[in-house]
Each structure stands twice: as C-alpha cells, then as structure tokens.
C-alpha cells in the first residue's frame, strides 16, 4: 500500500468495555486525506468516548486505530504528531492574551515560530482580537482560538468536537468555509456536530453511530440517493385526494404531526395539503392519476430530504449528544 492510499485516520472493529458493559460493540471508519467527515450519534450513542480513544485519552479493549499508518496506542507519539485536536470546550489561560496563549502552547511544540502563529491568527479571523484577554472573548471566540491552537502543529488530520458551539449563523457559515479551505489543502478534517443541517453542508462523508454500533457509512449525497421525500400535494379536495393517493399504492399518506420535517417549511402554507412519503419518481403519475378522479392540484412542493431525516429513522428518534 503506497502512503497516498494509506487513510490518515483508520479505525478498525474498535470496542470499548467499562466494567462488564460494552459501550462500543463495533466501530470502523476511514477519514482520508482532503475530505470532511461528519461523526453523528445520539445521546449514549458512543460518540464523544470513540473520539477520545482517537486522541489516545482512553484505551479501547479492542481493535486498531491508526493515523497516517502509526498505531495510537502502540506508538502515540509518532500517530498523534500529525494530529490537531478539540476535545469538548477548549482550556485557555484567562489572565492572557490569545496570542500569548498560543505562544504558550507553541513553547510545547518544536518548529512553531512566530509566523506560523500569525498564519493560524489569519486562517480563524481572529487578527483584530488576538491581542485581547482571552477572559473577554465569547464561547465562539474561544472556539476560534482553540481552533487555531490545533492548527499549530501543521495536522494531517484536524479533529473538530462540537465546532460550531457558541457560535452566531455567520460565523458558523465562515468556520464552515475555512473547514472548506482546510480540505482543499489537503488536510483531513473530523467534524462531530449537533447540528445535522450543517453536517450535510459541511461533509463529504458521514458516519451514523446508534447504540456503539456504526449503521452507516458513506458520502452524503449517496446516503439521500433514491430515498423517499415528503411531497406535499395542494388540492381541491382533502379526503379524495387521500384516497386516491392511497389507492394508488405507489405512495404513503404522513400525518403532519408524525412527519420527520422542519415545522417551518409548513408556516403559511394552505391548509388544503396534503403530505405524503413519495419516490420523486412516482409524482408525475400521481399528479395524473389525481386529475383523472376530478381532483384538482393547485401545487406540488417537494421536500428534499435531509440528513437529519436520515438519522432519526435510522437511529428511532434519538438525540443528538
């Protein structure tokens, strides 16, 4: 195997036993290199005990997990020195600036110098406060500034817990732009979110984790692919249309309240709906077999369906940690 085909994160049928109890039956996953990859899973899930094995602060009771080819429990020095890491809430100094913070942090680790604190200062946006106290920033300042902190060592994989916390709509969009330019550059990037919505803008592949068990592991867009999506069908007539579309056998009529969708995408919409789990491919004969029974449609709206979607039918409703 040629070290470009060698994945810079591997985990392999990693398990995790605390007293007599599994909390990770089986976990395995490649992050590669130049991709963003979402890390999902809902409250006692696994997620946040997977990620700490991955930075080597616990032991997993079996199997592998390498970065750049090196195992981290049998040579951690060597795998983790390509890693850059925020594990929970980053820990700063108060009392000190940002940029003294990271000079501190920079003392720890060898061939950091004074530019490439100034390239990690300009890569998080934070140039005109980093000579500020840290005790005046905002969470999604500290955030930046871990960030940056972990972009030091110049990492071929980047290990993001909870990013985006404390931070405004505009600054989650830059953050998730600069993630972009991470990747572009070739690093590796190991995002687990909260926000599903922005796990599906941001990654290029995802893994579902339910119960210490991975369910799913693939690009995004190839986990949506050929699934059914809400359609909603306005028309003159409620309970013909529901039993037309019934009839038809190629779809399923959804309770508003029962549906897996944003309540917003149904503000303002007329009350003359209704919402039924249809393959895009079935519309236009639906559409045609409502108008032979006199039934007359006013409008089609599709919803796209969307990772969270995806998470919760495949994980039973299960919150996010």
Known sequence: MTEQSIPVLSVQQVKKRVGKKWIIHDV???????????????????????????????????????????????????????????????????????????????????????????????????????????????????????IAQALLVRPKLLILDEPTNGLDPLGIKELRQFIRVLAESGMAVFVSSHLLSEIQLMCDRVAIISNGKVLAVDDVNNLLLGRNQYVIWFVSDIEQAAKVLKQSG????????????????????????????????????LNRLLLEHGVHVNGIQRVMPTLEQLFLEMTEGGHIE
């Open 250 to 285: 190629f779809t399923r009529i959804v309770n508003e309240k029962d549906a897996i969708i944003d309540e917003s995408i149904l503000i303002g919409l007329p009350e003359s709906r209704v919402l039924t789990d249809t393959h895009p491919d079935h519309i236009a004969d």
């Open 28 to 146: 395995s996953f490649d992050v590669h290199k130049g991709e963003i990859f979402g890390f999902l899973g809902p409250n006692g899930a696994g997620k946040t005990t997977t990620i700490r094995m991955l930075v080597d602060l616990i032991k997993p009771t079996e199997g592998k997990i390498q970065v750049c080819g090196y195992d981290v429990n049998k040579e951690p020095e060597k795998a983790l020195r390509f890693v850059g890491a925020i594990v929970e809430n980053p820990e700063m100094y108060n009392f000190l600036t940002g940029w003294e913070n990271l000079e501190q942090f920079a003392r720890m680790v060898p061939d950091v110098d004074e530019k490439r604190i100034e390239e990690v200062v300009a890569i998080v946006g934070m140039s005109k406060r980093i000579h500020d106290k840290v005790g005046t920033y905002s969470l999604g300042m500290r955030q930046r500034l871990g």
